[in-house]
């Protein structure tokens, strides 16, 4: 493991640089910015910036806020901000986050999934309302048809923004 400095001199960031060969659990509680350049099998949790270099070859189930991959990756993806494919990049597994960025020759065998994240546009389905909230589905539709819960209908579906369903949230529970 070694730290270095990413970045011009006035911008320079300390990344941890992790060239080994591991297997295991890493979780990081506190952010970190985190670069994984050798092998590395298990799970892998981060708060902050997770880069998987080109040359890492990672199989594992990968958990963290920002996730740039361009090595190879087999596993699933969930970011809570972005997750960044770059060219090199080769994943077979689901990648799930509110921004995702794929460049021209990266390779995804899986699924997509646009998450609902927790920025103001993030707009959420009945299904996911209903996890969210911990209630079944037809609770909330019944709920949205009342107008008790915020939401509005695209055609025959009801749709939620997650900011205002929070707002509301916190409203509940002062009541």
Request: hydrophobic share 40%; no cysteine; proline share 2%.
């Amino acid at each position: 493991m070694a730290i270095r400095r990413r970045g011009d001199e006035g911008t320079a960031e300390k990344w941890l640089e992790v060239d080994a060969s591991m297997t295991g659990s890493m979780v990081f509680k506190d952010p970190v910015n985190l670069q994984i350049n050798g092998r590395f099998d298990g799970t892998l949790e981060a708060k902050g910036n997770l880069s998987i270099g080109e040359k890492a070859e990672v199989k594992a189930t990968i958990k963290g806020e920002s996730v740039t991959v361009s090595g190879t990756v087999n596993g699933d993806i969930v970011a809570t901000a972005r997750v960044e494919l770059t060219a090199t990049a080769r994943i077979r597994g689901k990648v799930a986050s509110p921004r995702i960025v794929m460049q021209d020759g990266a390779v995804l065998n899986g699924t997509l999934e646009m998450t609902g994240g927790s920025s103001e546009g993030a707009w959420m389905t009945v299904d996911e309302i209903a996890r969210y909230l911990e209630v079944d589905a037809s609770t909330v539709t019944q709920w949205a048809q009342a107008g008790r819960l915020p939401a509005q209908r695209e055609g025959n579906q009801w749709q939620f923004n997650r900011s205002k369903v929070e707002e509301w949230l916190a409203q509940e529970r002062i009541k």
